[in-house]
Nanobody
Framework: QVQLVESGGGLVQAGGSLRLSCKASGTTFRLDAMGWYRQAPGKQRELVATITSGGTTNYADSVKGRFTISRDNAKNTMSLQMNSLKSEDTAVYYC????????????WGQGTQVTVSS
């Protein structure tokens, strides 16, 4: 069973930076797309950024130029460097991995809280 564990969340002042990490365990194959999603109180979960196993990235317009997603396939890890944080970035951030290996899969982490104070 694949497990995703996030770390690195916390409280930061507006304009500051945080780095989130996601570690995948229990996988015997290279994960396809991985990504970060977030959910603020009272709002739907939304995409933040995704990255394929080949390194192709995609970002939500709201984070372009401020966030950088990366992954290390050999270590089964993914990171999100968040700079110039704003109060509207406050949310629970979730790690996701999805693709297909004999059958489709869609795994989620438990989430890590990011709070940006203004």
């Amino acid at each position: 069973q694949v497990q995703l564990v996030e770390s690195g969340g916390g409280l930061v002042q507006a304009g500051g930076s945080l780095r989130l990490s996601c570690k995948a365990s229990g996988t015997t194959f290279r994960l396809d797309a991985m990504g970060w999603y977030r959910q603020a109180p009272g709002k739907q979960r939304e995409l933040v950024a995704t990255i394929t196993s080949g390194g192709t990235t995609n970002y939500a317009d709201s984070v372009k130029g401020r966030f950088t997603i990366s992954r290390d396939n050999a270590k089964n890890t993914m990171s999100l460097q968040m700079n110039s944080l704003k109060s509207e970035d406050t949310a629970v951030y979730y790690c996701n991995a999805h693709g297909s290996f004999y059958r489709p899969y869609d795994y989620w982490g438990q989430g890590t809280q990011v709070t940006v104070s203004s």
